[in-house]
């Protein structure tokens, strides 16, 4: 469960709270694409064995995934402060 804040007078401004989130989701987006390019190549793993290229494929995949797991927690937390 995703712990949301609480807007109210003395904390952050919900638009001030949405600005910052923005930036970081579009960082990330960034961040994937920049990811995604380093995909593995089977010419650089095939010495190893069959199972190198599939250990690395599996392993990109997981920081693909880890990534969006971020994007997908930070925008829920920009929708429910939008202003």
Do not use: C, W
Not at 23 to 35: F, G, P, R, T
Not at 51 to 72: K, P
């Amino acid at each position: 469960m995703l712990t949301l804040p609480t807007i109210y007078l003395n904390g952050t401004s919900k638009a001030e709270l949405f600005e910052t989130i923005f930036k970081a989701l579009d960082a990330i987006a960034e961040a994937q694409i920049a990811v995604q390019a380093t995909a593995p190549n089977g010419r650089d793993y095939y010495p190893q064995g069959d199972m190198a290229i599939r250990r690395a494929l599996s392993e990109h995949v997981d920081r693909l995934q880890r990534l969006q797991s971020v994007y997908d927690e930070l925008h829920a937390i920009a929708e429910y402060v939008q202003p």
